[in-house]
């Protein structure tokens, strides 16, 4: 059974920085694609980044690109997401996804993901 771990979170002031990552096991490296998703109190679940398998494709939401960087070591099977210059409207639970592809793209949709972790908090505070 696929697991995926996220690491990292925790509380921090404004303008500060934490990096998470998502271990993952029981899934080939440099076989799936990998996500990032918050979800804040009372909203939905929303798409923050992703990268594609081999790390090389990337993309980001609007309301954190610029400040957050998603990247992967696959030889350690995790990825990671480098937060910079946090908000408090930054503030939610983060979870990883992720899901085996043949394609070196990355994916934006939250339904395509089949793998997802148990989620960190991170915490901003003004």
């Known amino acids: 059974q696929v697991q995926l771990v996220e690491s990292g979170g925790g509380l921090v002031q404004a303008g500060g920085s934490l990096r998470l990552s998502c271990a993952a096991s029981r899934i080939a490296s440099s076989s799936f694609a990998m996500g990032w998703f918050r979800q804040a109190p009372g909203k939905d679940r929303e798409f923050v980044a992703a990268?594609?398998?081999?790390?090389?494709?990337?993309n980001y939401a609007d309301s954190v690109k610029g400040r957050f960087t998603i990247s992967r070591d696959n030889a350690k099977s995790t990825g990671y997401l480098q937060m910079n210059s946090l908000k408090p409207q930054d503030t939610a639970v983060y979870y990883c996804?992720?899901?085996?592809?043949?394609?070196?793209?990355?994916?934006?949709?939250?339904?395509?993901?089949?793998?997802w972790g148990q989620g960190t908090q991170v915490t901003v505070s003004s």
């Open positions: 990268i594609s398998r081999s790390g090389v494709n990337t």
């Open positions: 996804a992720a899901r085996p592809t043949s394609t070196d793209r990355y994916y934006e949709l939250l339904s395509w993901y089949i793998y």
